[in-house]
């Protein structure tokens, strides 16, 4: 059986830090390790990746989709352009420029590599391998508004842009609208199913998939997965997910909600990179992010938490909470030859 030790190192090994070379051979795996640190919705990294000359193509993998949260595929997008947006800054290490756009006709993100003697690492590419959503509280204390400043313009790409929730009026708000969110997703017994099959009870399940969410992460003690799944059906109710959720948000220094002008795959891909953008320079900078994306999860609560957003022909796509606080495990990944396609 695998222990923690085990399972840190797995972590600790897919996230060594990277190369930079500007030799003009262009490392694509690399590239590829760097953007499979990406976010996705339940660490599913739902996402293969073809290679070609100057160009690497990341294609949606529907067999990792999950139907009954993200009915419509929108996070799966979205985590492909978290990919697409690590992907970009790894290039810049090995001085390659990039351009990135949506195919419609494949779904996929096409990212064009050119020579760029003038690209070089960036603070957000080192800060590659340390991002992660830290689901514990935070310190409660606010950010200075340098920091806000930088993580806002972070944030911001075409057609989205970054809403900052900082007040404890707005921070109330949105407890009352995860916990509203949190209500009918928990007591959805497909939704829990669902959540359930991702979850990765000890070091052993987790190590063998490489993906979902690990209990490690958490801080939950390791557990045989036939007694944990009937544990946590006692513990994982609406009551106290709301509980932990509020203590935690009013533990953090702000609530940041993306936006994005359309709602369709290349605005998902978009939001995702707008995303990724904030969370590595909040990696940058010491700040720890985490999802909570209930209320735009339920589709019932969505539209109304938009005219509270006060949102004039606008779509909310991601919410996170975001503040000073400690470091959690990292969440694993899978083989690199697991995710790349055979040409």
């Known amino acids: 059986m695998a222990s923690t030790d085990d399972y840190d ?3 600790n090994d897919i996230r060594r830090p990277g190369t930079s070379q500007a030799d003009g051979v262009l490392d694509t795996r690399e590239l590829i390790r760097h953007a499979t640190l990406a976010a996705s919705s339940h660490n599913t990294q ?14 949606p993998d529907f067999s990792r989709r999950c139907p009954v949260v993200d009915p419509d595929d929108s996070h799966l997008f979205k985590s492909l352009g978290c990919a697409a947006e690590n992907l970009v800054h790894a290039a810049k290490a090995q001085s390659f420029s990039a351009d990135v756009r949506f195919d419609p006709d494949e779904d996929g993100v096409v990212i064009l590599l050119h020579r760029d ?8 590419y080192r800060a590659i391998p340390q991002r992660q959503c830290v689901k514990t509280a935070y310190d409660g204390k606010s950010l200075e508004a340098w920091e ?4 806002e313009k972070a944030g911001e790409r075409k057609d989205v842009r970054v809403i900052m929730l900082l007040s404890a009026a707005q921070k109330d708000a949105v407890i009352d609208y995860v916990a509203r969110g949190n209500i009918d997703q928990l007591t959805d017994r497909a939704f829990r199913d669902e959540l359930v099959s991702w979850i990765r009870f000890n070091p052993n399940e987790a190590i063998r998939t490489g993906d979902g969410l690990s209990g490690r992460v958490s801080g939950q003690p390791a557990l045989p997965t036939w007694l944990a799944k009937w544990i946590i059906k006692l513990v994982l109710t609406p009551k106290g997910q709301a509980e932990t959720d509020a203590t935690n948000i ?3 220094a702000g609530v940041a909600v993306f936006v994005s002008r359309e709602d369709d795959k290349a605005a998902w891909v978009e939001a995702g990179r707008a995303y990724e953008r904030f969370a590595l320079q909040a990696t940058a900078l010491n700040v720890r ?12 609560l969505r539209s109304n938490f938009e005219q509270w957003l006060n949102l004039s022909g606008e779509n909310a796509q ?5 503040g000073h606080g400690g470091t959690a495990p990292f969440s694993l990944r899978r083989p690199i030859d697991d995710v790349v396609l055979e040409e």
């Open 250 to 252: 009013k533990s953090s």
């Open 148 to 151: 806000l400043d930088v993580l």
């Open 46 to 59: 739902p996402w293969k990746f073809r290679i070609q000359q100057d160009s690497v193509t990341i294609l």
């Open 117 to 124: 003697a003038s690209a070089h690492p960036t603070d957000l």
């Open 289 to 300: 992010t985490a999802f909570i994306n209930q209320p735009i999860e339920v589709r019932s």
């Open 9 to 11: 190192k797995a972590a």
């Open 318 to 322: 991601l919410m996170v909470r975001f």
